[in-house]
């Protein structure tokens, strides 16, 4: 074999180099990484001490751990439904033709480009029970003003409310970007034959966009279960009597707060896996549904 042969035989090989370690020094390796901590008892600076799979059976009898994954799925239970369900009819309503469409689009997307951290600290102003417009526009209807974010009733709302404003412009854009892609023959034969703008949507549309739907679904699922920002931002400390303290914020609190980074580990370990299985699921069950064209 010829030495110009050899060279190109490798040389594809060496332009995958720089992704393949990429890959494997920021996923792989944490993986691995993170399940041999979550082996130890460690607050990074004794010594490593080796207890296997203790903090894995320390973590089904922690009462914070099951409040923290409660009201990780009370927030899930808010915050995807409504996004998605919004994002599709806003999408609807912004794909027909009106009057300063771009200028809606661009308003739409504008939270998903702004800081997370600086959106959250917006927030914070809006739901301030003294000084935020909230409150202002309440009394200004006779209605009693709420402390948004410092009553378990209303903390983990006020967040799932902000993140859905933060977010559904994205899922907006998604969405008119399969509505776009639908072939308008179909539309034109349902009119031919009649059908309701109502039947349209859910008979035409629906299908057609099932496979975005899907997409906006499964991406939901996993933001939702990894947010962090807002409650850090917003509900310092978990909120009132923990109200938002969602799992991955104490899995920071475990590793950073308290320095349990063995006990933080199999926290985020045992995270990883559940999504990794409800990802799997999603796609075995909800997945075989999605039509393709």
């Known amino acids: ?60 009898t ?22 998605i369900t919004l994002g599709l009819a806003f999408a609807t309503l912004l794909f027909k033709k009106i009057r300063g469409l771009g200028f809606y689009r661009v308003g739409y997307y504008l939270p998903v480009i702004t800081s997370l951290n600086a959106a959250a600290i917006m927030w914070l102003w809006l739901y301030n029970e003294k000084f935020g417009i909230l409150n202002y526009v309440l009394m200004q209807l006779n209605i009693q ?10 903390a983990m709302l006020s967040i799932a409310v902000m993140s859905v404003w933060k977010s559904v412009g994205y ?28 039947s349209k949507f859910f008979n035409i549309t629906i299908p057609l966009l099932s ?8 991406t939901s699922i996993i933001f939702s279960f990894q947010i962090f920002t807002q409650v850090y931002t917003m509900t310092p400390g978990g909120g009132p009597l923990k109200s938002t303290s969602v799992i991955v914020y104490y899995i920071y609190e ?25 990802t799997l699921l999603q796609r075995k069950f909800v997945g075989s549904k999605v039509f393709y064209q």
């Open 62 to 83: 922690d009462g914070m751990f099951w409040k923290s994954v409660f009201n990780t799925f009370y927030f899930v239970i808010m915050y995807v439904p409504v996004k």
């Open 211 to 218: 496979p975005v739907i899907f997409f906006v679904m499964v």
């Open 1 to 60: 074999m010829s030495a110009s042969t050899r060279s190109l035989r490798i040389s594809p090989y060496l332009y995958l180099v720089p992704a393949f370690t990429t890959i494997m020094v920021f996923t792989i390796f944490p993986i691995f990484y993170s399940f041999y901590l979550s082996l130890l008892d460690w607050n990074m600076i004794s010594q490593k001490v080796f207890v296997g799979f203790r903090n894995y059976v320390d973590l089904f």
């Open 171 to 198: 899922d907006i854009l998604l969405f008119l970007t399969g509505l776009s892609n639908i072939d308008k023959t179909y539309y034109e034969a349902a009119d031919i034959d009649g059908a309701s703008e109502i």
């Open 145 to 154: 003003p709420q402390n948004w974010l410092g009553s378990p009733r209303w």
């Open 254 to 278: 475990m590793a950073f707060v308290h320095f349990r980074m063995g006990y933080a580990s199999s926290l985020a370990y045992i995270l990883f896996i559940f999504l990794l299985t409800v």
